[in-house]
């Protein structure tokens, strides 16, 4: 049994895009060259001439650093002292060495393995032949193999030059049969704290299949047959080539191993980094750089790149170079870089090339060409259209780190930095704006300034253009940059963040501005009205709020008078808008705190006659402004007065269909349909059109508990009379629950469930929810799948049509090119197809899935089961007994839903919580006598 621990995965030469993990290893500066003597840098002062030349000097000094351990190890275990009784699911105990026949077993139970390209996950069996068997397929019984691996990990360690503790993760058993192969790749970190790959080969008989590791130009080549940085195992030319593959971690939460550096290393590096800085900037000389990228051995994503996260060399190399940086001025950065280049396929032809920085955690900068073009790390091809030719775009990536002297550093970071930077920036300016240096905290101030402006006054495009999705306005780094500008007293750079952001900008804004209490309050206060009144009416109050609160009038009167232009403009805005629930209470309460009962009658009771139509509108304002009243906010008797004036106009103007749930309207917003022609097509209503039904319910409360007895009618006799004008959607999510409150509220009041008024609501309501939304049972449907065809002849439409006029087919899969599948989609949608077609993109080329849908009849049945199911439900949401007293006589038929079964349905109907069993209806029978609206007002 041989075990390999490659650390690494493919390497390109030294001046190529940088390799991936190798190793953590504990590091140790290479002694000087003998060709470098020990005077060349004797003194730490020494400011000579270069040995050779900026760049080259450099480089030898850095990449003398070495790691202590190799990037890949190899061990051969002979005998039988390692052997980890494998147990495969639905095969058995597989025997060592591996047998033909339960090779055989092993792939007829194993996946084609897939391999990773950029973000996606694909399988290509032209990179990757091989099979794969989960963790979950198989067991490894022997009771000492979890020993046994530690012992391997402890080899691993050693090997590699690491010291602190390894564990390893079984991540896969892989199968390579004859002509099996994975092309060269890199691995990438799976597990937190993940450094490299454990291969335990098992015995199994076979040639071919060599392991060849390359990084940094070196390659080591395993033999497996006889016996994984860039990985590449070779064909199997015969035989079986069977491993075990763990994922080797170091704990993410443990310093990494730090480098041991001879007093040369050190001592040559200063000797650079100091002849750098000494360069007169007007020479005539090649090598004048403002800053230096040095090429890291491995490549780090941008999620993982820190000096905690680097791995070997790179964790040396840099931390030698922040000790002597840090004597000389100067500032180390980690970056990943990345380089663009479109042009024709297989860039033969360079139409346009950049390179910029991707992640420095904090910057973005131009930097020189610093990439192999033979190793792109990702590309995308475009081909043939119309008269031009076709296209490709490769983006090639390196990580680096990059350094800066420190008089330059700020000029280096905000000369060319993005949105999404300039915030992450801004932080560590904020700082040094309260250094005791004058000038320190100027430069620190300008530039909070600068990277304000370059983060929130970016167009939205640009600030939400995140490269892992959309980018948010961090609050803490925007209430820190105002609260800094009230401080320093610069009103000039908080009235333009409120400007920017707008209704961005967090309520505690408010609240620090409150704190400051300042005198000159009027030197923001436009910027904060334009900010308030930037914002939906409904979020309005909390700003004033925050603003006000315990603050005396007579010392800050220039804080209500805003106030009092916000509560204008917002009740204006409401004459004109589609205004619901929140926006009421918020202009209710705006009213309140900033004006009396007269300005309301004024003011405020205008705007709700006119919006009468609008229910949740008019009815929230209209409950909240009575409940301030009985509070004592306003006088009670009068606001009695009007509050009866308002209601009898909410009643007057209440249209039954078009009161809408915040659930049913979600979800119409949810089935929003999407075509590959029109798009996605919006919602006609939103949220806030909705009315809570406890409103409804609240309205008949107040109704009975001020009795006003010629009110409670109308609004009876108006529910009763369009109870049938109600939207179906709707009885489930709005008309139930508020049957609930009503109930509620005549035990309340003492009203008898058996009152004929409310008998006749109970009973309306729920007889429209059977019949108009449960309705009657469709007949049984057709098991025919077949469908109309579409009009194109082309090849992949005479496939599609084949698939769409078979009757007994449900699902096709066509495996065609991106223009191929949306010449598809586009047939679908203009013939309105009763398919689904959506596109697999896990597989190579990615594949185009159509699904027939149920034909109608099937569908009609199904979902009017699923009705039947749910209003089962609902029923037995009811206290019997008080359902019961509300239906009278219409009890059984109602609450049974036996009248809406097809004649001879063998539905079997059975009502939880309801003391009724009720079979199917035999020919013939009737459905009950409905009742008559307006019986009981007569």
């Known amino acids: 049994m041989e075990v390999q621990a490659p650390g690494s995965v493919l390497a390109p030469d030294p001046a190529a895009a940088p390799a991936a993990v190798a190793d953590d290893a504990t590091t140790s500066m290479a002694p000087a060259s003998q060709a470098e003597s020990e005077d060349f840098a004797s003194s730490p002062l020494s400011t000579d001439d270069y040995h050779v030349s900026l760049t080259a000097d450099l480089l030898k000094n850095l990449e003398d650093i070495k790691a202590a351990g190799s990037f890949a190890a190899f061990h051969s275990l002979q005998g039988n002292s390692i052997h980890p009784d494998i147990h495969v699911h639905g095969v058995g105990t597989i025997n060592l060495p591996l047998r033909e026949d339960q090779a055989r077993q092993l792939i007829d139970k194993a996946r084609q393995a897939p391999y990773g390209k950029g973000s996606d996950t694909i399988v290509d069996t032209s990179v990757r032949n091989?099979?794969?068997?989960?963790?979950?397929?198989?067991?490894?019984?022997?009771?000492?193999?979890?020993?046994?691996?530690?012992?391997?990990?402890?080899?691993?360690?050693?090997?590699?030059?690491?010291?602190?503790?390894?564990?390893?993760?079984?991540?896969?058993?892989?199968?390579y049969e004859k002509g099996a192969m994975f092309k060269a790749h890199t691995d990438t970190e799976k597990i937190p704290g993940m450094f490299g790959t454990l291969i335990v080969c098992l015995p199994s008989p076979h040639e071919g299949g060599d392991l060849v590791v390359k990084h940094r130009g070196d390659k080591m080549i395993f033999k497996t047959s006889e016996t994984q940085p860039s990985l590449h195992v070779l064909?199997?030319?015969?035989?079986?080539?069977?491993?075990?593959?763990?994922?080797?971690?170091?704990?993410?939460?443990?310093?990494?191993?730090?480098?041991?550096?001879?007093?040369?290393?050190?001592?040559?590096?200063?000797?650079?980094?100091?002849?750098?800085?000494?360069?007169?900037?007007?020479?005539?000389?090649?090598?004048?750089?403002?800053?230096?990228?040095?090429?890291?051995?491995?490549?780090?994503?941008?999620?993982?790149?820190?000096?905690?996260?680097?791995?070997?060399?790179?964790?040396?190399?840099?931390?030698?170079?922040?000790?002597?940086?840090?004597?000389?001025?100067?500032?180390?950065?980690?970056?990943?870089?990345?380089?663009?280049?479109?042009?024709?396929?297989?860039?033969?032809?360079?139409?346009?090339?950049?390179?910029?920085?991707?992640k420095l955690g904090n910057l973005i900068q131009e930097g020189r060409d610093l990439f192999d073009t033979n190793d792109c790390g990702e590309s995308e091809y475009s081909g043939f259209m119309g008269n031009s030719g076709p296209t490709a775009t490769h983006w090639y990536r390196?990580?680096?780190?990059?350094?800066?002297?420190?008089?330059?550093?700020?000029?280096?970071?905000?000369?060319?930095?993005?949105?999404?930077?300039?915030q992450t920036l801004l932080p560590h300016y904020i700082k040094k704006c309260s250094s005791p240096d004058s000038n320190t905290k100027a430069r620190g101030l300008a530039a909070v300034r600068q990277l304000a402006r370059k983060a929130w006054a970016t167009s939205k495009d640009e600030l939400h253009r995140g490269y892992y999705g959309p980018l948010k306005v961090d609050q803490d780094t925007v209430q820190r940059v105002l609260k800094l500008a009230l401080d320093l007293q610069e009103y000039t750079l908080f009235n333009d963040v409120l400007g920017w952001l707008k209704a961005e900008v967090g309520v505690d804004t408010f609240t620090n501005v409150k704190m400051a209490m300042m005198s000159d309050f009027d030197a923001i206060k436009p910027s904060l009205l334009g900010n308030i009144l930037a914002r939906p009416v409904a979020d309005r109050y909390s700003c004033l709020s925050a603003l006000t609160t315990e603050v005396d009038k007579a010392t800050y009167p220039s804080m209500f008078d805003l106030a009092?232009?916000?509560?204008?403009?917002?009740?204006?805005?409401?004459?004109?808008?589609?205004?619901?629930?929140?926006?009421?209470?918020?202009?209710?309460?705006?009213?309140?705190?900033?004006?009396?009962?007269?300005?309301?009658?004024?003011?405020?009771?205008?705007?709700?006659?006119?919006?009468?139509?609008?229910?949740?509108?008019?009815?929230?304002?209209?409950?909240?402004?009575?409940?301030?009243?009985?509070k004592g906010e306003f006088e009670l008797s009068e606001s009695i007065e009007l509050y009866r004036t308002l209601v009898k106009s909410v009643i007057t103007a209440l249209s039954l269909d078009t009161l809408r749930s915040k659930e049913a309207i979600l979800q119409a917003a949810k089935a929003a349909k999407f075509s590959?022609?029109?798009?996605?097509?919006?919602a006609l209503l939103q949220p806030f059109h909705a009315l809570n039904p406890e409103r409804l319910a609240l309205l008949f409360a107040h109704c009975i508990q001020y009795k006003w007895e010629d009110l409670t009618m109308q609004l009876s006799f108006k529910l009763v009379a369009q109870v049938n004008n109600i939207t179906p959607s709707e009885l489930a999510p709005f008309w139930l629950p508020f049957l609930h409150s009503l109930i509620r509220t005549l035990e309340t009041a003492g009203i008898p469930l058996s009152t004929p008024r409310y008998q006749q609501i109970a009973g309306a309501i729920l007889e429209a929810y059977v019949d108009n939304y449960v309705g009657a049972e469709p007949a049984n449907a057709s098991p025919n799948l077949a469908q109309p065809t579409v009009p194109c002849c082309c090849r992949d439409c005479t496939e599609l049509n084949q698939f769409l006029a078979a009757p007994n087919e449900r699902t096709a899969r066509f495996p065609v090119s991106k223009p191929r599948r949306h010449h598809l989609h586009q047939q679908?949608?203009?013939?309105?197809?009763?398919?689904?077609?959506?596109?697999?993109?896990?597989?190579?080329?990615?594949?185009?899935?159509?699904?027939?849908?149920?034909?109608?009849?099937?569908?009609?049945?199904?979902?009017?089961?699923?009705?039947?199911?749910?209003?089962?439900?609902?029923?037995?949401?009811?206290?019997?007994?008080?359902?019961?007293?509300?239906?009278?006589?219409?009890?059984?038929?109602?609450?049974?839903?036996?009248?809406?079964?097809a004649p001879g349905s063998r539905v079997q109907i059975s009502l939880p919580g309801i003391d009724t069993l009720v079979p199917g209806p035999a020919l013939g029978t009737g459905a009950g006598v409905k009742r008559k609206a307006g019986s009981y007002w007569e």
């Not at 067991?139 to 690491?162: M, P």
């Not at 763990?246 to 100091?274: F, K, M, V």
């Not at 390196?398 to 300039?422: K, M, Q, Y």
Request: charged share 25%; proline share 3%; aromatic share 8%.
């Open 564 to 630: 009092h232009q916000v509560v204008a403009d917002s009740i204006e805005a409401c004459r004109t808008a589609s205004v619901g629930e929140r926006v009421a209470a918020s202009i209710v309460k705006m009213a309140r705190t900033y004006h009396d009962l007269s300005f309301f009658k004024t003011n405020l009771v205008p705007v709700l006659e006119q919006k009468m139509n609008q229910t949740p509108f008019a009815l929230t304002a209209s409950q909240h402004f009575i409940a301030y009243a009985v």
């Open 676 to 682: 590959h022609t029109q798009g996605f097509r919006p």
């Open 828 to 901: 679908l949608d203009n013939m309105r197809a009763n398919c689904t077609h959506t596109t697999e993109r896990h597989t190579h080329p990615e594949t185009l899935v159509v699904t027939k849908q149920l034909r109608a009849q099937e569908v009609a049945s199904t979902d009017w089961q699923a009705r039947f199911a749910a209003a089962r439900v609902e029923m037995a949401k009811f206290d019997a007994s008080k359902l019961r007293m509300l239906l009278g006589a219409d009890y059984e038929r109602i609450t049974s839903m036996g009248h809406l079964r």
């Open 398 to 422: 390196a990580t680096v780190a990059v350094l800066v002297p420190r008089e330059h550093t700020d000029n280096f970071i905000l000369g060319d930095i993005n949105a999404a930077d300039s």
């Open 235 to 358: 064909p199997v030319t015969s035989g079986y080539r069977w491993v075990l593959t763990y994922n080797l971690a170091i704990e993410p939460g443990l310093e990494r191993p730090s480098a041991s550096l001879t007093s040369a290393g050190p001592q040559q590096l200063r000797h650079t980094l100091r002849r750098w800085l000494a360069q007169d900037p007007d020479a005539d000389c090649d090598e004048i750089f403002e800053h230096l990228y040095f090429i890291l051995d491995h490549q780090y994503t941008e999620a993982n790149i820190s000096l905690r996260g680097l791995k070997g060399a790179d964790l040396a190399r840099v931390q030698c170079l922040q000790a002597v940086a840090a004597e000389l001025e100067i500032d180390v950065f980690l970056a990943v870089l990345e380089k663009t280049e479109e042009g024709t396929h297989e860039i033969e032809e360079v139409f346009e090339s950049s390179v910029s920085i991707k």
């Open 130 to 175: 091989t099979w794969e068997l989960d963790p979950s397929q198989f067991e490894l019984r022997a009771a000492r193999w979890a020993n046994d691996i530690q012992t391997l990990c402890k080899f691993v360690a050693k090997d590699l030059g690491i010291t602190s503790p390894v564990s390893a993760e079984l991540y896969k058993m892989l199968v």
